[in-house]
């Protein structure tokens, strides 16, 4: 369950401190939607964790809220 989003989201954050795709965000979309399993995506390091069904004017949001912090920091 977890694998496939919990390898590649340590090596991102293993990244050296000045690489800045370290901090890239990291969504993990999931039917599990019990708060354990929550949690222990975000321990991994998964930023902001989607559940199934998807509510797309709520992950509308999410990418966005996302994509303006991108934004920012780059300005």
């Known amino acids: 369950m977890l694998v496939c989003v919990i390898?590649?989201?340590?090596a991102i954050r293993q990244l050296p401190e000045d690489n800045p795709n370290r901090e890239v965000p990291v969504?993990?979309?999931t039917a599990h939607v019990m708060g354990e399993a929550q949690e222990r995506?975000?321990?991994r390091g998964v930023t902001q964790v989607i559940t199934k069904p998807v509510?797309?004017?709520?992950?509308?949001?999410?990418?966005?809220?996302?994509?303006?912090?991108?934004?920012s920091a780059g300005a």
């Open 7 to 10: 390898r590649p989201t340590q």
């Open 41 to 43: 995506f975000l321990a």
């Open 55 to 71: 509510d797309f004017k709520a992950l509308r949001e999410v990418l966005d809220q996302y994509s303006q912090t991108s934004q």
């Open 27 to 29: 969504f993990a979309l």
